[in-house]
């Protein structure tokens, strides 16, 4: 395996970032990844829930109802075209993955049950089977080592994709991404890149208990040398994952345990993400609402409301967790002049307080209204159902928030 050794004069902590625009490259068509089997609760982009036969599933499926009822009218989204091939989230992440593999060898998967099991959820199925038990590595109950080995080799020339069982569990492994991920670009004088993507389940599901509802955006964001992006539908979670899987950058990719089973239909050819860019969900003019993840379909759902009572809501899915892409946020508070930032996260040193420490930074003179931040209520997420909604920022909270800020 070759070492990659980049000699740069003055090195910084990023090396400079692939960008791909997603309308530009379109290449050639995707091969369907073998042996899908259809058994699970799917909802689809109207909301409808069709039946299937894995029981495993079903519990989870009972509170994306919610999480995705509110799935329309996505302005910027070019999986809105009939043309293309239907995709749960998760099969959208591995047939990503799997192009990827394919098309570049030094592709690997590391994780506990990623290879013959599939992953926990099924994120890396029939995986091993076609490539092989070195390619897509189970490892043992130790992030912090197989976090380690995925640096080193990333270090020396391969591209590992790490899967955390869940995101909580990644807090084992913290030192090696702030210390060795994040920082040996910098310190080794450029000498050595580091791609690797870091992925996996996150945030608040449905009674999982307070150590598997982490949301841990908040503790990854302040570590220099990071990227950070969060996928939301099937069509962003492949550009994603494809674009983090060929960025010369580390990147953790934060997956919502509710949108596994969310389905979307996707383009049948090649198609990459921007790792820096925003998507604009829904155009408008009063108020600009920034959000991502699973809370994008809160949103969603209260815009229809707010649409009714007649306002005209600008829905910005931010993606870019770290950088923010400030052109496109930027552009839609000159126009509103007001911002709603809605979150899953933490109040307390969130994505939410950095976001409005930038907008103050670079857009106070445009806003006609103190910005507005809703996040996760600063508790450890309860077990039981009613707490657990309770902690997490609902549509009702979002629509009386809007009104209170276009008065």
Not at 275 to 293: C, D, F, K, Q
Not at 319 to 344: A, C, M, Q, W
Request: aromatic share 6%; charged share 20%; proline share 4%.
């Amino acid at each position: 395996m070759a070492a990659i050794f980049q000699g740069v004069g003055a090195a910084t902590s990023l090396s400079p970032s692939n960008c791909f625009d997603s309308k530009k490259l379109l290449l050639s068509s995707r091969r369907s990844p073998s042996g899908r089997k259809a058994c699970f609760f799917v909802v689809r982009s109207d909301g409808s829930v069709k039946s299937g036969s894995n029981q495993r599933s079903q519990r989870a499926q009972l509170s994306i109802t919610n999480a995705v009822a509110a799935k329309a009218d996505s302005a910027a989204s070019t999986s809105a075209s009939k043309q293309g091939h239907e995709l749960l989230l998760f099969e959208a992440l591995r047939e990503g993955l799997e192009e990827e593999m394919d098309r570049d060898p030094r592709v690997c998967v590391m994780g506990e049950d990623v290879g013959h099991y599939g992953g926990s959820y099924k994120v890396t199925k029939d995986l091993a089977d076609k490539y092989g038990d070195l390619r897509v590595l189970d490892t043992p109950i130790a992030e912090n080592s197989f976090t380690g080995m995925g640096i080193g080799a990333a270090m020396t020339g391969l591209r590992p994709i790490v899967e955390g069982m869940n995101m909580g569990f990644l807090l084992l492994a913290f030192n090696q991404i702030s210390n060795n991920c994040g920082m040996l670009h910098y310190t080794s004088g450029g000498q050595f890149t580091i791609p690797i993507v870091i992925r996996g389940p996150g945030g608040v599901g449905r009674q999982l208990g307070a150590e598997h509802s982490q949301r841990l955006e908040s503790y990854f964001q302040s570590i220099p040398g990071i990227q950070m992006v969060a996928c939301s539908t099937p069509y962003n979670a492949k550009g994603l994952m494809k674009a983090a899987i060929r960025s010369e950058n580390p990147v953790i990719l934060f997956e919502h345990v509710l949108l596994y089973n969310l389905k979307e239909r996707i383009p049948d050819e090649e198609y990459i993400c921007n790792l820096e860019e925003a998507e604009m969900v829904r155009p408008g003019e009063h108020v600009t609402i920034l959000t991502y993840s699973r809370m994008r379909y809160h949103v969603m759902q209260a815009a229809k409301t707010l649409v009714n009572k007649g306002y005209d809501p600008e829905v910005i899915d931010i993606r870019s967790l770290k950088p923010f892409d400030l052109y496109t946020i930027g552009n839609s508070i000159k126009k509103t002049h007001r911002v709603l930032i809605v979150e899953e996260c933490m109040r307390t040193g969130g994505i939410g307080a950095s976001l409005t420490a930038a907008i103050t930074e670079n857009f106070h003179d445009y806003l006609d209204a103190p910005i507005v931040c809703l996040s996760s209520q600063d508790v450890p997420t309860p077990y039981a159902g009613t707490l657990e909604e309770w902690t997490v920022v609902q549509p009702a909270q979002i629509v009386t928030a809007v009104e209170q800020l276009c008065q």
